[in-house]
């Protein structure tokens, strides 16, 4: 069955500093991949999507994710993070069928805290 | 920019109503999904509706929820018999496709369910 892991449940980190959010999934064939943000009573934001190609896939609000099958993971990084970027994050794996996908399964999320 | 719309935002029922949750797709989308959000617990697929007709859902969709088109334009979630453990975010989402290059799924703000 498709699941997605997010390990970290709560991350802190300093404005300004690096972040690497982790994701890992479990699925039987080539994944449709997402992160969404979420900040507090809003909805889903999509940041950024991997469908083929480039593993290394850019991003709104300057996030980015790597794609490697051999781990199967899909790691969020920023270079440089915002007191605006302190959100919720989902990563998620779109359930293909037909040829496309037609439901998202996520993963519990990773509360970002961002200290000035 | 094309945005899903929910109404209400917020809606407070008792144990055992009836509630309608509404949305507005974007208007050339095609297919249409319905998550929840239980507070502090993962974004949970719960129905995927295209050509008026159900294609996919969930185990949480029971007896008890039901999805409609009405017209050209609302997407809507019937729960008949509302339980407290129905208490959620619920998130509408519109694709333009399943399969193919556009086929992202945009989120509304969300309509958060409290039932008493």
């Known amino acids: 069955a498709q699941s997605v892991t997010q390990p970290d449940i709560h991350i802190t980190v300093s404005e300004g500093a690096s972040l690497e959010l982790r994701c890992n999934y479990s699925?039987?064939?080539?994944?449709?991949l997402f992160w969404y943000v979420q900040s507090p009573g809003q909805g889903l934001q999509l940041l950024l999507k991997y469908f083929s190609g480039d593993t290394l896939v850019q991003g709104i609000k300057g996030f980015e994710a790597e794609f490697k099958r051999s781990q199967s993971s899909f790691n969020l990084r920023k270079p440089s993070v915002h007191w605006s970027d302190a959100a919720e994050y989902f990563c998620a794996v779109g359930a293909a069928r037909g040829g496309g996908y037609n439901k998202l399964i996520f993963g519990a999320g990773t509360r970002l805290a961002v200290h000035p | 920019e094309p945005e899903v719309t929910q109404t209400p935002s917020h809606q407070v029922t008792q144990m055992g109503q009836e509630v309608i949750l509404r949305c507005v797709p974007i208007?050339?989308?095609?297919?249409f999904y319905w998550y929840r959000q239980i507070l502090g617990q993962k974004v949970e697929f719960l129905v995927s509706f295209y050509n008026n007709e159900i294609s996919e859902k969930s185990e949480i969709f029971d007896d008890q929820f039901s999805v409609e088109r009405p017209d050209g334009s609302n997407f809507t979630l019937k729960i008949r018999s509302t339980k407290l453990e129905d208490s959620a975010m619920y998130f509408c989402?519109?694709?333009?496709?399943?399969?193919?290059?556009?086929?992202?799924?945009?989120f509304g703000p969300g309509t958060r369910l409290t039932v008493l």
């Open positions: 699925y039987g064939a080539t994944p449709y």
């Open positions: 989402a519109s694709s333009e496709a399943a399969g193919g290059t556009y086929n992202e799924q945009f």
């Open positions: 208007s050339n989308h095609l297919y």
